[in-house]
């Protein structure tokens, strides 16, 4: 596996497979890779004849008092585990490669409704970030195909909804989310959580289902909502959201819908905030 860090050195190796009439497939992180990653590798593997992967930790995706300084930046490793699980290239650019005009002075692509709600209303700005880093990452390896995880739900629709609109010309394929075996979903991020929050932290999960279940057995949202909401503060998380919403746009479905739902919550367990979801399929 090949690692380069600027845009002429990645076009250059991308032109080569494009001149042979190879398919490309992209994997963007943040690195700092777990089994997650890898297993969004292995779909992008079987899906293009080659796999590009990035590493890049997107500034403008951070809030202020959010964890930029402190996200985890294990490139050697990651290097490691890319090579292994089979990704061909590596981009891991500098900031001054994506942003040639500084952060703060970059377009911006915001995309609208989607974003109002659920991480875009506790997290503003995010998925502007977000969003305009994968439309950059888009621009310079120009993939056939992208994949990403469908932990971060609606980081996904997000992406889906802007590449539909701006017309990309990108697959977005959309990985089943990986857990530990006591069902906590797998995140950079767990890594923050003591030995005794990362015991508590599967709750998340188990309520999710709690969730379907309890609409499965006819409750409505509202106090379905409220019931996750509190067994989460009881168990002394901080949640930010528990939701049930549609899938496709994640706007709030009809008093007695049954189909095509998602569960979401995001909670703070100590410093930590984690994410994680349910679509009721
Ligand atoms: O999901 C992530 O790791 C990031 O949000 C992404 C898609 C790589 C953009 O920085």
Redesign the pocket.
Known sequence: MQTVQDAPALRAVVRGWRSQGQTVGLV???GNLHAGHHSLLKLARARADRVVA?V?V?PT?FGPNEDFERYPRTLVQDQAGLAEHGCDLLFAPEVATMYPFGAEQSVSIHVPGITDTLEGAHRPGHFD??AT??CKLFNLVQPDLAV??QK?FQ?LKV?ERMVRDLALPVKVIGAPTLRAEDGLALSSRNQYLSEAERKQAPLIKQTLEQMRDLLGRGHARHVIEKVAHSKLERAGFVPDYAAIRRADDLSEPADGAREGLVALIAARLGTTRLIDNLPFD
């Open positions: 963007p992180t943040m990035t890049f997107n995706q970030g977000v880093v994968v990403f995880g971060d980081q992406i």
